[in-house]
């Protein structure tokens, strides 16, 4: 397999606009994968919104979308199943039904999943989305299944309609996509294509629109977010601190944060930010991979460690409260024993609220997966396992340390558990309350009282008296 953007072997371009009827229709929508495939999920339905689809919640449903990553191993196994058990359902089913693949397995695999399952109708690739709708009517006219996983000229985020269904309190808004850094390791360049900014000003419409919707908090998503750099209203280039600064200026909203960042993209204005910009969260999810300059380089980092060290201490300098998160591989092709423990260390002397630690997975078509030096699969379980250790302490040892906290949480709706309420603290941990009188959306002060592994348990202080820091910012 080759992952440059395949050709369209059965694709049909329909001449015209679609002229589909809206009648009622259900679709279902499976993801996988991050945050970006959540949000062009949500996206999709937009999209199909105006045809008369419904979301349901069960895939029994006139389309199915299954909406893919491909970032580690078994996606592809992970998608053949679920079309095996969709093919079951799809000839059982009276009225029919259509079957697509979306995201980056499609955008990677494209044919060779209609060779293997052709009672898909549709394959189209992370760029497509927004030609949904001509798609599916190439499909339902043409009968015959349809491709579409090109790079098109035209920017994806010119075409996709704006939120129409309010996502809640916290709302996820993609500003950038696509990848131009090419770690060795990475099929995100590949299956995402070159990076691409969306202008401020959609970006900045968009915010307001979510707000007005009920969003207080707004995290900006791109593979490569703290790369952004989009043309402002004023005609100019703007950075992503500019971005911040301009979305802190709606009134309604209260939080903002961005994520996905590359260390090299941590400009000192950026960083400057997490000081100037009070709305702006104390929490930063920074990918850096692996301890060892060595292996840094091999992953085509673009960066050593001292660099990670300074933009830490900068960060604390400006932020003294910030948390950090941050993504791992382990037996990365040629990581030696020293090699790992240097990782070790880093995480040791950095402290991690939170971090995504993985086994290095071979990803056909990246240089790394030729590598003549593979690291053996009992090695790099070993490895996992000790480093995710030490993680989990820091992710304890950082909750418990909110114990008697004061912060203000934002609420998202009632808890598990009748008379509670549930929120979400700054560095993003899911916080409960003993109340009922809370709304959704609102912003409230609490005393942190136990802290569990995934989630904090607290007391509301004075609602009236106790203004903090966001409500004065707000
Ligand atoms: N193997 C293991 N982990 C990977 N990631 C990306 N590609 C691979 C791979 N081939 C991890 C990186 C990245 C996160 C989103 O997924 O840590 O930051
Ligand atoms: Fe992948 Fe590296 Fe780009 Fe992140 S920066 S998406 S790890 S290529």
Partial sequence: MTLTAPSRPLTREPAATPTLM??????????????????????????????????????DADLVILNTCHIRERAADKLFSELGRLRTLKEARPGGMLIAVAGCVAQAEGAEILARAPYVDLVMGSQAYHRLPVLLEAVTLGGVPVIDTDFPAE??????????????????LAIQEGCDKFCTFCVVPYTRGAEQSRPAASILAEASRLVALGAREIALLGQNVNAWHGEGPDGKSWPLARLLAALADINDLARLRYTTSHPRDMSADLIAAHRSNAKLMPFLHLPVQSGSDLILAAMNRRHNIDLFRRIVGELRDNRPDIALSSDFIVGFPGETDADFEATMKLVAETGFALAYSFKYSRRPGTPAADAPDQVPEPVKNARLHELQALLRLQQDDFNRAQIGQQFDVLFTGPGRHPGQFAGRSPYLQPVIVDATHLTTGQIAPVRITAANPNSLMASLTDVNTELSREHQAA
Wanted: hydrophobic content about 40%; glycine content about 8%.
């Fill in 155 to 172: 920017q994806k985020f010119e075409h996709l309609p704006s939120n129409q269904a309010s996502q809640g309190p916290i709302a996820f």
């Fill in 22 to 59: 809206p009648a009622p229709r259900s679709l279902h929508v499976m993801t996988w994968g991050c945050q970006m495939n959540a949000y062009d999920s949500g996206r999709m339905a937009d999209i199909l919104r105006p045809l008369g689809y419904a979301p349901v919640a069960t895939p």
